[in-house]
């Protein structure tokens, strides 16, 4: 088994009323302002995924992540194997051709790393982290968070489910200049059908994964996709259900992308990360200035007893 980390290296809005309806509650993650979207293995269109980051070691794209507040991402452990020091670290925000950034694109340091403890290795459970930026982040269109899904979030309805990175095209090729950010849509797949797959003896996908991909392969993360987003849009939003955690080499039959299931970690990141803010830029998320006039004035009234 291979872990999906790139073969090239080393082999909001913050609200002061706690009320704020669902609409605007939303605007806060996962809600990009460019939604078209190609199916299967393309090029992305640019601020399609506006939480897309591009870890980077040592000036080298090594993994993919995700942005989940103004000042923390989340990726996968094995993504710090090297090392797990922050200053080695640079992060691409607002990404889409590596070769050739744009005026969209954002370079931050680490202020720190944090590994889920779990961790030992490929396969194994745990494959998490969380790194904090050196500094926050302001949001616009082509630098938003994602949602992070509650375990009770019925994931595996979801229909709708994309994942996007860096990595290779195919096993062993790597993604050609100008190395622009790849999308292909992918099918959740239950625990025990992907165990079946997998012809494992003793149950292989561990309770914190989630496969995704097809029983006829042909859509898959592969290297350099490691610590990328899976996410599927549910009601309205998008959730990232997964990290790109490993798999046999990429998308052969019976071998679909095995994911960390976000859901599973979600009081871990709560109780090590900082979500409840995200900075919007004034260019940005117009809709929610109506909601919030009306909810001022609402409250207005009611302290005047009107």
Known sequence: MKSRATLRTLLLLVCPLAFLSDVTRAAKC???????????????????????LSLQLQGEHICGASLISSQWLMTAAHCFEHSKTPSDYTVLLGAY?????????????????????KFSGTGSAGDIALAKLSKAIPSNAYIQPVCIPSASMDIMKSTNCWVTGWGDTAFGVVLQFPHTLQQVTVKLIQRDSC??????????????????????GGKDACQGDSGGPLVCQIQGGWYQVGIVSYGDQCALPNKPGVYTLVSEYKSWINSNAD???????????????PVLTVLLLLSSLVLARI
């Open 97 to 117: 051709k590596l070769s050739t950034p744009s005026s969209n694109q954002v370079s931050t340091s680490l202020q720190s790393i944090i590994v889920n403890n």
């Open 30 to 52: 996962g809600s990009p302002e460019v939604t078209s979207r190609i199916v299967g293995g393309t090029d992305a269109i640019e601020g399609s995924w506006p939480w897309q």
């Open 195 to 216: 165990n079946t797959m997998y012809n494992s003896v003793l149950p292989q996908i561990q309770s914190d994964q989630v496969c995704a991909g097809y029983q006829q």
């Open 275 to 289: 979500l409840s803010s995200m900075s919007f830029s004034s260019s940005t998320h117009h809709s929610a200035a």
